[in-house]
């Protein structure tokens, strides 16, 4: 279980903070994390990495907090993000000098996915492509099996093959209390995979809940026109996506389909965002809603 209580983080006295009062509490499942860029979901994945240390406030993992980075604890979390690099010759090297201080490192995985990208472990990294190298990274940190795994935009530069097997190695890799926490704006790539979402705007949490909770409280649907209740609406292609209260659909015959990341990222910067999140922390009780909105 990660727990964020009240973090702040800021580079310098002469930036703006980068996280602002952060609290959040993160359990086992893949979890969507989702902002535009300068939001801070790349510092917020780099302190519960323990790579950075907050300014105020503290991140734990099962109660022990980042700020010790006790070797026994950073081994439990790895991140990869697009500034990582790859620090030795190639991945065999690195399974032999760094993947062995891992307790559940497995070898025949890493095997395995590299082969499914078509990766020798000898290959210099050097020599690669940086869409091989990312490939490479990728199913070198998975396969280390470590309780936490930070993936900061894993599908950048992947073609639709690559992105295919990646969303296959996740599916896998995830045990009952992994801790997967995926930040990107590719949101159709893996949206069918995550159990918990996360928002995150102008350096502040925004929004943090399970996909259950989404699911009880918000219905996605689509049309060609407008539906009286609609929380949010937008087209694209020619069609009408709308966000409804569920009771709301279930009193029209409407039915809803999963969960739309991006339409509901949209409402939430949107002047509809406190009403959506309302509806979706009960703020709003079902019951109360105006359907004339």
Same mark, same amino acid.
């Given at each position: 279980?990660?727990?964020?209580?009240? =973090?702040?983080?800021?580079?310098?006295?002469?930036?703006?903070?980068?996280?602002?009062?952060?609290?959040?509490?993160?359990?086992?499942?893949?979890? %969507? !994390? !989702?902002?535009?860029?300068? &939001?801070?979901?790349?510092?917020?994945?780099?302190? +519960?990495?323990?790579?950075?240390?907050? *300014?105020?406030?503290?991140?734990?993992?099962?109660?022990? $907090?980042?700020?010790?980075?006790?070797?026994? #604890?950073?081994?439990?979390?790895?991140?990869?993000?697009?500034? *990582?690099?790859?620090?030795?010759?190639?991945?065999? *090297?690195?399974? $032999?000098?760094?993947?062995?201080? @891992?307790?559940?490192?497995?070898?025949?995985? %890493?095997?395995?996915? %590299?082969?499914?990208?078509? +990766?020798?472990?000898?290959?210099?990294?050097?020599?690669?492509?940086?869409?091989?190298?990312?490939? &490479?990274?990728?199913? @070198?940190?998975?396969?280390?099996?470590?309780? =936490?795994?930070?993936?900061? #935009?894993? &599908?950048?530069?992947?073609?639709?093959? $690559?992105?295919? =097997?990646?969303?296959?190695?996740?599916?896998?890799?995830?045990?009952?209390?992994?801790?997967?926490?995926?930040? /990107?704006?590719?949101?159709?790539?893996?949206?069918? !995979? @995550?159990?918990?979402?996360?928002?995150?705007?102008?350096?502040?949490?925004?929004?943090?809940?399970?996909?259950?909770? +989404?699911?009880?409280?918000?219905?996605?649907?689509?049309?060609?026109?407008?539906?009286?209740?609609?929380?949010?609406? #937008?087209?694209?292609?020619?069609?009408?996506?709308?966000? !409804?209260? /569920?009771?709301? &659909?279930?009193?029209?015959?409407?039915?809803?389909?999963?969960?739309?990341?991006?339409?509901?990222?949209?409402?939430?910067?949107?002047?509809?965002?406190? #009403? *959506?999140?309302?509806?979706?922390?009960?703020? +709003?009780?079902?019951?109360?809603?105006?359907?004339?909105?």
């Amino acid at each position: 279980m990660i727990k964020i209580n009240s =973090v702040d983080f800021s580079y310098g006295k002469k930036f703006e903070p980068a996280l602002r009062d952060i609290n959040a509490t993160i359990g086992p499942g893949m979890h %969507l !994390l !989702l902002g535009e860029n300068g &939001a801070g979901k790349t510092t917020l994945l780099k302190i +519960i990495a323990g790579l950075l240390l907050p *300014t105020s406030g503290e991140c734990m993992i099962d109660g022990t $907090s980042t700020k010790q980075k006790l070797p026994t #604890e950073m081994l439990r979390t790895v991140y990869l993000g697009p500034d *990582t690099t790859a620090p030795m010759r190639d991945i065999a *090297t690195m399974a $032999s000098h760094h993947a062995c201080f @891992y307790p559940d490192f497995d070898m025949n995985l %890493l095997n395995r996915y %590299l082969d499914k990208f078509g +990766i020798s472990p000898t290959q210099r990294l050097s020599d690669m492509s940086l869409g091989t190298c990312h490939k &490479a990274m990728l199913a @070198y940190v998975i396969s280390l099996n470590t309780e =936490v795994l930070l993936l900061d #935009e894993p &599908a950048n530069g992947l073609d639709i093959e $690559s992105k295919q =097997v990646l969303q296959k190695m996740l599916i896998e890799s995830a045990f009952d209390e992994r801790i997967i926490i995926v930040s /990107t704006h590719n949101i159709a790539d893996m949206q069918n !995979l @995550y159990d918990g979402l996360l928002v995150m705007a102008g350096s502040r949490m925004l929004l943090q809940t399970d996909t259950e909770r +989404i699911d009880s409280r918000l219905a996605f649907v689509q049309g060609f026109s407008e539906i009286q209740g609609s929380l949010f609406s #937008e087209w694209t292609g020619g069609a009408l996506r709308s966000i !409804l209260p /569920t009771h709301v &659909a279930e009193e029209m015959s409407l039915s809803g389909g999963p969960i739309d990341f991006q339409l509901l990222y949209s409402a939430l910067h949107s002047p509809r965002c406190k #009403e *959506t999140l309302d509806i979706i922390n009960d703020a +709003i009780p079902f019951e109360n809603y105006d359907n004339k909105h």
